[in-house]
Structure formats: C-alpha cells, structure tokens
T-cell receptor, first 113, second 112 residues
Framework: NAGVTQTPKFQVLKTGQSMTLQCAQD?????MSWYRQDPGMGLRLIHY???????DQGEVPNGYNVSRSTTEDFPLRLLSAAPSQTSVYFC????????????FGQGTRLTVV | KQEVTQIPAALSVPEGENLVLNCSFT??????LQWFRQDPGKGLTSLLL???SQREQTSGRLNASLDKSSGRSTLYIAASQPGDSATYLC???????????WGAGTKLIIKP
C-alpha cells in the first residue's frame, strides 16, 4: 500500500527556473492538497482539490499552479522559482476534506538559489 | 483570525513519564482537530482525529481530548519511550474550504 507518493525528495533550482512537484495517491481519495512548511511556522495551504477537474486556492497560492486531471495525481508547478519558495512541500489526501484523517507524502525539500 | 498555538515549542522528559502536549485554538466552531507526528526528514503521520461532536479519542498509549468551549486540546502520552521523540503537530479545520490550520508544533525529546 503506497499511500501518498511525492517526487522528487530533494531539488535545487536556480531563480527563475520552473519545475513540477509530483504527487500521487492510490487510495481513491477525492480530496488532495499541497502545503509548504517553513521553519518555526505551521504548515500553510497552497492549493487544494475536492475532486478531478476541481481545484482552488489556499492561503499562499501565488507563484504556484495546480491541476487535477485524474483522481490519483495532483502535481504542483512552480512557474518561476524565487528564493522565497525555498521550503519543504507536502502533499496530502483524504477521503473527504473535513471529517476524515489526512495522509501525507514524505515531502519535497526545495532550495532555490 | 483563526489561529492554532502550541506551547511549549520544545519539551524534554525522562523515559517512562506520562506527559501532556497542549494545543489552543481561537474560535470554537471547528469541524475537527487532528494530532500528527513528524519525524525528522519524514512526512506527517496522523495520530488521532477528534470530530467536533467528540470529547476524546484514544489509540494505544495516546489520548487526545477536545474542549471547544475553552479552545483547547491536549495530547496525553502514557509511559513515554525514546521512540516517541518527534515533533507533534496540532491542526484544526474550521470551515468548508477544508483547510487545515496548523500549530507550529512541539518538539518532544524522550531521554533514555
């Protein structure tokens, strides 16, 4: 049972480069989300999706795009990387958004230089 | 503003002790509250989920309580072990946009 799989685990980007963080889940969960975790702060929601074809912005969406073409996959795209996007990124999924536990991937540690 | 606070930021106790981690939140109109564990370099693992209608949840040596009126939740760990060393995070869902609002966590160290 793979759960939530994120790739890559580590990435270094130069300012201005773009990239896609991959997230896949095999639990048939409708709800998926992306968070970023910065030192000394709680996790903050970037984007979320309540099902295939439906996405919405979270607390800190600027500089990121998402799409949800299938139930399983929810990639996060950095359009033009900036040093402020240096962070650890987590993808999560749950059966529903509000009343079931959330499952998290192992995280992607991104450094923008 | 809806906020979640965890105090202390770090806690170190000898092995075998029972301990309590605290989580406080503004606004009592929550959907649910969840406790997570995070190990260094790893993802987050859900420990306990308390629905707004519940007062507590138990799993093994862990017990989480919820008091909405006072805006508090506690995570009780019985007979602590070195393997319990990790950062414990509390998160709350308040409204239908499904956003988990997170505390900054308590880093727990259990000394052998």
């Amino acid at each position: 049972n793979a759960g939530v799989t994120q790739t890559p685990k580590f990435q270094v980007l130069k300012t201005g480069q773009s990239m896609t963080l991959q997230c896949a889940q095999d639990m048939n969960h409708e709800y998926m989300s992306w968070y970023r975790q910065d030192p000394g702060m709680g996790l903050r929601l970037i984007h979320y999706s309540v099902g295939a074809g439906i996405t919405d912005q979270g607390e800190v969406p600027n500089g990121y795009n998402v799409s949800r073409s299938t139930t399983e996959d929810f990639p996060l795209r950095l359009l033009s990387a900036a040093p402020s996007q240096t962070s650890v990124y987590f993808c999560a999924s749950s059966v529903t958004g509000t009343n079931t536990e959330a499952f998290f991937g192992q995280g992607t540690r991104l450094t923008v230089v | 503003k809806q906020e979640v606070t965890q105090i202390p930021a770090a806690l170190s106790v000898p092995e075998g002790e029972n301990l309590v981690l605290n989580c406080s939140f503004t606004d009592s109109a929550i959907y649910n509250l969840q406790w997570f564990r995070q190990d260094p370099g790893k993802g987050l693992t859900s420990l306990l989920l308390i629905q707004s209608s519940q007062r507590e949840q138990t799993s093994g040596r862990l017990n989480a309580s919820l008091d909405k009126s006072s805006g508090r939740s506690t995570l009780y760990i019985a007979a602590s072990q070195p393997g319990d060393s990790a950062t414990y995070l509390c998160a709350v869902i308040w409204d239908s946009n499904y956003q988990l609002i997170w505390g900054a966590g308590t880093k727990l160290i259990i000394k052998p």
